[in-house]
């Protein structure tokens, strides 16, 4: 398997699990049923939020890198109908708008984002990556409400867990606890580690074991959790409990994470 997923892998994968949840929703019974994940949420609206939403964030691209702030839906731009035939159409055309709009810009024209103090970039091929992780895990939530959940991809998992952790878990602000390091192992052989200090947090891909000198080798974490990819970035989305993982060390140190807001420093 690649190290790092491509720009074309991105749009794919972006079309692929947009497909899948669709699926599910044409496999659903009924659209008014609550989404166990989102409980304010019912079927219909976890459309309406994954539509929208690729469509505004398709206008955001388009404004270009000067942009300063998530542009809304262009005007006009047509409502999610309630008829499923229709609805499942409105929603495949909502992922080709932000497909498009990516396919237009490519990976390195800049993009405004929410994330300006993490170490992701302000990128479209950042965008494209977030994009890809928040369908994938809807997608896992509409599938677990028709009640055929399914792991996420592996491709798209272990992609997910760095990407949730550059993006969510990285910030310039400072680390309001005891400095600490906090490793995430999953069992198909990739492993990660978040710093946590006065200078803030980042996260860096650890080497395979075996693959870097001794003397490079990381000194051991505070904390660790281990699962498969898809435990992982479910759990780091809060989709299924932080227990469920193999937790090692100070445990505490992940409910500091869970309950840290930077924004908030």
Known sequence: MQETLGFPDLLRLIDERSTAFRAAIASAPDLA???????????????????EGRRAWAATIA??????????????????????????AWLAASTQL????????????????WWGKSQSPQTCGAVARHQLHEIAVHTYDAQLTVGAAQPLPE??????????????C???????????????????????????????ARA??????????????????DASAQGTASELILALYGRIPLDSLKLDG????FDQLVAWDPEEQ
Request: charged share 25%; hydrophobic share 40%.
């Open 33 to 51: 049923v609550q989404v166990p994940p989102c409980p304010d949420w019912t079927l219909l609206d976890l459309v309406q939020h994954l539509g």
């Open 63 to 88: 404004a270009g890198p000067d942009a300063t702030a998530k542009a809304a839906a262009p005007r006009g731009d047509a409502a999610a109908p309630r008829e499923r035939e229709a609805l499942l």
């Open 98 to 113: 932000l497909l498009d709009a990516l396919q237009e810009a490519g990976p390195d024209r800049g993009c405004w984002t």
């Open 155 to 168: 491709a798209v998992a272990l992609d997910g867990v760095e990407e949730f952790l550059s993006t969510i």
């Open 170 to 200: 990285t910030t310039t602000v400072a680390w309001p606890h005891d400095p600490a390091a906090v490793d995430y192992h999953a069992t198909e052989g990739r492993s990660w580690r978040n710093w946590l200090s006065d200078d803030g």
């Open 204 to 221: 860096a891909r650890l080497p395979a074991p075996g693959t870097a000198p001794a003397a490079e080798d990381p000194d051991a974490a």
């Open 250 to 253: 100070n445990r505490r140190l």
